[in-house]
């Protein structure tokens, strides 16, 4: 079965920076969408972040020249920098493949996810 498995969340201060990553046991080459998601407590996940097979990429608004999506191809990993963190960032971050060449955010377009990865900003 295809696993992905986040790691770099941690704990920083209001401005600080993090970088997450996301190892994939499969080919991330092609005909895939990669996502990073989080989830507030209480709340319904929602898309961070996501990067379709061509290099395309989209972003939710509000982290929008703060966090940039990438991935390595040779190593099958996903990575999300995140700069200029703010205390609203906080929430488990989770990565997600969709086995489809089109580019999406929305949950529930993805059909494998990771166990997640706690953020935390402090003000």
């Known amino acids: 079965a295809v696993q992905l498995v986040e790691s770099g969340g941690g704990s920083v201060q209001t401005g600080g920076s993090l970088r997450l990553s996301c190892a994939v046991s499969t080919s991330i080459r092609r005909g895939v969408c990669l996502g990073w998601f989080r989830q507030f407590p209480g709340k319904e996940r929602e898309g961070v972040a996501a990067?379709?097979?061509?290099?395309?990429?989209t972003y939710v608004e509000s982290v929008k020249g703060r966090f940039t999506i990438s991935k390595d191809n040779t190593n099958n990993t996903l990575y999300l920098q995140m700069n200029s963190l703010k205390p609203e960032d906080t929430a488990m971050y989770y990565c997600?493949?969709?086995?489809?060449?089109?580019?999406?955010?929305?949950?529930?377009?993805?059909?494998?996810w990771g166990q997640g990865t706690q953020v935390t900003v402090s003000s």
């Open positions: 990067m379709d097979s061509d290099g395309g990429t």
């Open positions: 997600a493949l969709r086995s489809s060449y089109t580019l999406s955010m929305r949950p529930t377009d993805f059909d494998l």
